[in-house]
């Protein structure tokens, strides 16, 4: 048994852009919505729990949008619905309102609130159409507010007296209205001044991504799939180390504008990795990556765990290690796949207490089975949005309920990646790592299907056009329309293509996609190809 435990609790923030190039308007709110939810939440929470120190990965591309919307008054589609008076709204705009008002789970975000379920149990009776053709205009603008008010986190609806007030309405305003909408801006800006004051205060380490969420491995070569078992290729190999180099360059660049220095850690997009690409990560100077640990079982090829999920050497996973790359030497941590997964897919359907007993009970569990003589670290990794979507309170009772366990426990130490680095530099050196990413050691997520091998197509010829222009054209034409090409090569666009992924928005993000490769074509000057203007189509 080891004295002290050391937990890195790692929670990854990250919203695509749905900015589309030709109106400067967002197409989708999700960006404005979860910041209003989730990210002001998660950092403002952590401060009531100064024992509790964690590692918070905000990429990028989500920066530059909560900045867009709080300096450059952005604006998107839902929004320009919300701020229109009701009298003034089209039937497709009704329709738009209706169908983004209940997104969220309908036990925790709507049946709390009696005005708001008495609409959408209304507007269940009556079915959509009838809906919009019945509704009065106050449920219309009640409709405007709830599906905005609902949104608030935990700690605005308990203790900002506004939202307190707000939410005890029968019915709402338009003043009301104008009121919901300056708290969202209100939240948005208080969110990277919060995670900024956290790491003054040493409590949050912060880190980054490859700007606007590629798969480096495959932006360097694409043919790397094929080392994962994918042998349905594009018919074209994309090969573009340069780009990963600039989406990682960009991204120290706003870091530091953002938070000052430059982060000390990455979390590589959807923690899919190669020996190439993280040579490429070292060359930046970062200290440490973080990826799943089944990398590190494919690595050293053996089975970390048993029929029941318990670990078979612990040992092995809760330790950082050395990686030598091209660059010297970059060190690795690997997170435990089963706990991290608890908590995003698991944890919602039991009783919040219940879930942070179990999880500081096999915590503790691990610790009473792990050798002594070394420091060990375990990293429990995971999207800090999504999941709260399913727990009550948006996760309070949870969050709140781990975080005193984990101040409390004797033996469990709550610390950042960072800190355990500092404890301990003695680690172990790997000479070579196997690709994959977060979802079955692989890539087919993002290639290897039709339509996903479609869009890499189009890329490719988008990227080749550019680079055959370079001579031709001045530096800054290139860089600009270079960076619609940065923003194609996310990896959420591919993760939409793919088949098992069906959401309503297919037909927006499709078109997102086509017209930031459009873009290219348009600030050049040239026509744009007949093939840019075929969707992509699932089958």
Request: proline residues 5%; contains cysteine.
């Amino acid at each position: 048994m080891v004295s002290t435990l050391y937990v890195s609790l790692v929670w990854h923030h990250h919203q695509p852009t749905y900015k589309d190039p030709r109106t400067g308007k967002y197409l989708l709110p999700w960006t404005r919505m979860h910041a209003v939810k989730d990210y002001f939440y998660m950092a403002n929470l952590l401060t009531y729990f100064p024992d509790v120190h964690y590692t918070a990965n905000i990429t990028p591309v989500l920066i530059s949008q909560i900045n867009d919307y709080i300096s450059n008054y952005a604006s998107d589609v839902y929004l320009e619905i919300i701020n229109k008076p009701v009298e003034e709204l089209t039937t497709d705009e009704k329709r738009l309102l209706i169908e983004y008002s209940f997104v969220l789970n309908l036990d925790y975000f709507v049946k709390p609130y009696p005005g708001f379920y008495s609409l959408y149990s209304k507007i269940n009776s009556l079915g959509i159409d009838r809906a919009v053709e019945e509704l009065s205009l106050q449920d219309f603008l009640d409709l405007q507010v709830w599906g905005h008010l609902v949104w608030f986190d935990p700690h605005f609806k308990k203790d900002d007296p506004v939202i307190r007030r707000l939410i005890n309405e029968e019915h709402f305003t338009e003043r009301h209205k104008r009121l919901v909408i300056r708290k969202q801006l209100e939240v948005m800006s208080l969110t990277l001044l919060r995670y900024s004051e956290l790491l003054d205060l040493n409590q949050a380490e912060i880190i980054t991504s490859p700007f606007y969420h590629p798969i480096l491995p495959l932006l360097i070569d694409t043919n790397t799939a094929s080392l994962t078992g994918i042998k349905n290729l594009p018919r074209f190999n994309f090969h573009y180390p340069d780009d990963a180099r600039l989406q990682l360059k960009y991204a120290i660049e706003l870091y530091s504008s953002t938070f000052g220095g430059i982060p000390n850690g990455i979390w590589p997009s959807e923690l899919a990795v190669s020996y190439e690409a993280l040579s490429i990560i070292n060359s930046f100077d970062f200290k440490w990556v973080i990826t799943d640990e089944d990398i590190l079982a494919k690595t050293l090829g053996r089975n970390f765990r048993g029929s029941d999920d318990k670990l078979l050497n612990p040992e092995i996973l809760y330790r950082p290690y050395f990686l030598e790359t091209q660059n010297g030497k970059i060190m690795v941590v690997f997170r435990d796949k089963f706990l991290s997964n608890l908590i995003s897919f698991h944890y919602y359907k039991i009783d919040p207490q219940d879930a942070a007993i179990d999880l500081v009970r096999r915590l503790e569990e691990i610790r009473f089975n792990l050798p002594p003589g070394k420091k060990y670290l375990v990293v429990i990794a995971l999207d800090g949005e999504n999941c709260w979507n399913y727990y009550p309170e948006n996760g309070w009772k949870f969050l709140t309920s781990l975080y005193m366990r984990l101040s409390e426990t004797a033996g469990l130490k709550p610390v950042t990646i960072s800190e355990f680095i500092d404890l301990d530099g003695n680690f172990e050196t790997l000479t070579t790592l196997s690709p994959g990413s977060w979802i079955n050691m692989s890539f087919d997520t993002w290639i290897g299907e039709t339509t996903t091998n479609l869009a890499w197509e189009y890329l490719y010829l988008v990227r080749k056009d550019l680079e055959d222009s370079k001579e031709k054209i001045s530096k800054e034409l290139y860089e600009s329309a270079l960076r619609e090409v940065l923003i194609a090569e996310g990896s959420d666009w591919f993760w939409w293509y793919n088949s098992h992924h069906r959401v309503k928005e297919e037909v927006i993000f499709d078109e997102l996609f086509r017209e930031h490769l459009k873009e290219v074509y348009i600030r050049l000057n040239r026509s744009v190809p007949d093939f840019l203007n075929k969707p992509i189509e699932k089958r």
